[in-house]
T-cell receptor
Framework: GAVVSQHPSRVICKSGTSVKIECRSL??????MFWYRQFPKQSLMLMAT?????????EQGVEKDKFLINHASLTLSTLTVTSAHPEDSSFYIC??????????FGSGTRLTVV | DAKTTQPPSMDCAEGRAANLPCNHS???????VYWYRQIHSQGPQYIIHGLKNNETNEMASLIITEDRKSSTLILPHATLRDTAVYYC????????????FGAGTTVTVRA
């Protein structure tokens, strides 16, 4: 089956630094990738949608300058949390699809900003 | 966007069938119903999806009512490893293929 690899699985960073999270589709071409954020005991909240070679589309209330998304190839998307602060601590999850033919999720990244 | 309504939680006994309901009364004709589950601190796992016919795979069965306003996910023989949050999702009708998650149902399988 389709596999999405997300790295790192856990990261701790200092307040004010930037963190990059990678999401790779291993055995299919991901025309569209999604980034979600999940706080404890809450559901997944869609942050943004990215199509290969295009600028990401952000959901309302998500700061595009803070959460930089790059989808430069059909197998790789990255999310960079810039100038991270403790309130950015969360579980970040990516998902990938090939034109809506199935959706595969990464295993998530636990970000802790100290 | 069609919204879904699920019970917040349910318990079931190990070895018994678990029937998870979902209401999606505003679903449009070409919107699919997807089911995913999330085990603690992991990414969501695909279970099954359907449009209007009932579907079955190695994990579960999906029963969609004739009017498509509700569906039921059936786990035929629940195990302790099926304890998870189960999400019923109607795929947003657009060209951007978004999947938006609701609150889901926390299913606890008890021995």
């Amino acid at each position: 089956g389709a596999v999405v690899s997300q790295h790192p699985s856990r990261v701790i960073c200092k307040s004010g630094t930037s963190v990059k999270i990678e999401c790779r589709s291993l055995d299919f071409q991901a025309t569209t990738m999604f980034w979600y954020r999940q706080f404890p005991k809450q559901s997944l909240m869609l942050m943004a949608t990215s199509n290969e070679g295009s600028k990401a589309t952000y959901e309302q209330g998500v700061e595009k300058d803070k959460f930089l998304i790059n989808h430069a190839s059909l197998t790789l998307s990255t999310l960079t949390v810039t100038s991270a602060h403790p309130e950015d601590s969360s579980f970040y999850i990516c998902s990938a699809t090939d034109q809506g033919r199935g959706y595969t999720f990464g295993s998530g990244t636990r970000l802790t900003v100290v | 966007d069609a919204k879904t309504t699920q019970p917040p939680s349910m318990d079931c006994a190990e070895g018994r069938a678990a029937n998870l309901p979902c209401n999606h009364s505003t679903i449009s004709g070409n919107e699919y119903v997807y089911w995913y589950r999330q085990i603690h601190s992991q990414g969501p796992q695909y279970i099954i999806h359907g449009l209007k016919n009932n579907e079955t795979n190695e994990m579960a069965s999906l029963i969609i009512t004739e009017d498509r306003k509700s569906s039921t996910l059936i786990l035929p023989h629940a195990t302790l490893r099926d304890t998870a949050v189960y999400y019923c999702i109607v795929r947003v009708r657009s060209n951007d293929y978004k999947l938006s998650f609701g609150a889901g149902t926390t299913v606890t399988v008890r021995a």
